[in-house]
């Protein structure tokens, strides 16, 4: 299971910090992500992080959004900066399906989500 914090309301420019709790796989051994939905829009990839650390984001979140993990706690970070309008959505944090291979910007490629946090960010 996982289970998503950290959303909230925001002023453009602003910085929110989201948290996902993991449980119930051995959660070191996946590649992890961050997705985003907008009201009426696909759910997106964010931004991910393979089991050995290397990162990758989506070119909207380039320099402004970071993902880390804590394999020790379970736990998995997106900090956003520079927070703009467009950034508006619900982030679902994601666990990979396979430990052999890893397609981080691809949803149907994650098979456990969080349930999301809304972030609201005003002009």
């Known amino acids: 299971q996982l289970q998503a914090s950290g959303g909230g309301l925001v002023q453009a420019g602003g910085s929110l910090r989201l948290s996902c709790a993991a449980s119930g796989r051995t959660f070191s051994r996946y590649g992890l992500g961050w997705f985003r939905q907008a009201p009426g829009k696909e759910r997106e990839f964010a931004a991910a992080?393979?089991?050995?650390?290397?990162?990758y984001n989506a070119d909207s979140a380039k320099g402004r959004f970071t993902i880390s993990r804590d394999n020790a706690k379970q736990m998995v970070y997106l900090q956003m900066n520079s927070l703009k309008p467009e950034d508006t959505a619900v982030y679902y944090c994601a666990v990979h399906r396979s430990i052999y291979y890893y397609t981080a910007d691809t949803a149907d490629e994650y098979d456990l989500w969080g349930q999301g946090t809304l972030v609201t960010v005003s002009s």
């Open positions: 992080i393979t089991r050995s650390g290397e990162t």
